[in-house]
């Protein structure tokens, strides 16, 4: 059974750091092309980050181009995605996904960034 469980996330100063983790259960990361997500109440989830299987396509939303770094470790079947920089803005629940994602998702992670 496919299991997502994001975790990292917290209250963070204007300018912080932090770095999201997603443990994959049920498939192999290298099988699937996956995304990070984020969502604020009353708003869609939109896509953040984006990593082919193979590695030789990355590519972000221009809203955290150049601050976000989304990554993978085969090994522990994990994905992350490293926030610098970090703006108010940027505070929401964060998920991982598998592409497509299907019907299971994980319960998210909070990012709060305060000013």
């Known amino acids: 059974q496919v299991q997502l469980v994001e975790s990292g996330g917290g209250l963070v100063q204007s300018g912080g750091s932090l770095r999201l983790s997603c443990e994959v259960s049920g498939f192999d990361v290298r099988e699937f092309p996956m995304r990070w997500y984020r969502q604020v109440p009353g708003k869609p989830r939109d896509v953040i980050a984006f990593m082919s299987k193979s590695l030789k396509e990355i590519n972000y939303a221009d809203s955290v181009k150049g601050r976000f770094t989304i990554s993978r470790d085969d090994a522990k079947n994990m994905v992350y995605l490293e926030m610098n920089n970090l703006r108010p803005e940027d505070t929401a629940r964060y998920y991982c996904?598998?592409?497509?994602?299907?019907?299971?998702w994980g319960q998210g992670t909070q990012v709060t960034v305060s000013s």
């Open positions: 996904n598998r592409v497509p994602p299907g019907t299971n």
